[in-house]
């Protein structure tokens, strides 16, 4: 089981996942799965239940993460309710439609799981990538069309439920790069919308019946999500406020950094 050591470590990576969650409205899922991971092996968890944990643990403290990260945003007026309410709308019912079917049906494996998380973030990456490159070269806007919104929630619902990222990796890019809408503005909507979508997914996994040994709520554990959820409340605020003084250059890079490093977790996993 989980000693000292284990809390620490599960605490300290909710401190960087709220971050993360408030710099670059991501939700701190990025962190989240490149931990429960390592705790799905460590708790001695079936292969086939690994998943379910994996994405049940991390939309959990998604949720709380972005909670505070978005309270930040209102405290700091930099929070859009009519874009936020239009993208949500979809998003919930995406993601509460997939992550349905990966509770009912064997489909979903550990190594499609893997397998779809290091296809998504190798394109994200590249985009991005190309995107910094060329930053100086575009002109960004301050606002987006009404109209993308409900696809845009649409997609980010279906990547979250597949992926347990919260769909900020999906929002971020799709507005500032395809629609160049300041990234700081992607970054409050795209946090805004998590609560919504990731409330109703959780609340699924906490009533659906697990097969694994472990004390749970169905397939959200507290052992493990308590510690991650305290550092991710702590540190949220910090990471908006961050993104406020930081340059949107450093915080693109920032971002390539991090999906680097979870692709080459996840690509251990499927190797």
Request: aromatic letters at 12%; one cysteine or more.
């Amino acid at each position: 089981m989980l000693n000292f050591t284990d809390y620490l470590i599960l605490f300290l990576s909710g401190c960087a996942g709220g971050i993360i969650a408030g710099l670059l409205g991501v939700g701190g899922g990025i962190i989240n799965v490149f931990i429960l991971t390592f705790y799905a092996d460590k708790l001695g968890i079936e292969a086939h239940e690994q998943v379910r944990f994996i994405l049940a643990n991390s939309l959990f403290a998604i949720f709380f993460s972005s909670v505070f990260g978005s309270i930040q945003q209102i405290r700091n007026k930099n929070f859009f309710f009519k874009e936020v309410g239009i993208t949500a709308i979809t998003a919930i019912i995406a993601n509460a439609f997939v992550s349905w079917t990966i509770l009912q049906f064997e489909w979903y494996s550990k190594e499609r799981f893997s397998l779809f998380f290091v296809i998504i973030l190798s394109l994200l990456t590249i985009r991005m990538i190309i995107t910094v490159s060329n930053h100086k070269k575009k002109q960004f806007n301050d606002t987006i069309p009404i109209k993308v919104l409900s696809p845009l929630g649409l997609l980010a619902g279906v990547f979250s439920a597949l992926s347990g990222l919260g769909g900020g990796v999906i929002m971020v890019p799709y507005m500032s790069d395809f629609y160049k809408l300041k990234i700081k503005k992607a970054t409050s909507i795209s946090l805004g919308v998590m609560p919504f979508m990731t409330l109703t997914t959780t609340l699924l996994y906490a009533l659906f019946e697990s097969d694994h040994q472990v004390s749970a709520f169905g397939y959200v554990t507290p052992a493990v999500v308590i510690p991650m959820t305290l550092g991710v409340m702590l540190c949220a605020p910090l990471g908006v406020r961050l993104a406020g003084k930081l340059s949107e250059i450093f915080i693109r890079i920032a971002f390539i950094c991090i999906i680097i490093v979870v692709i080459y977790r996840m690509l251990s996993r499927i190797v």
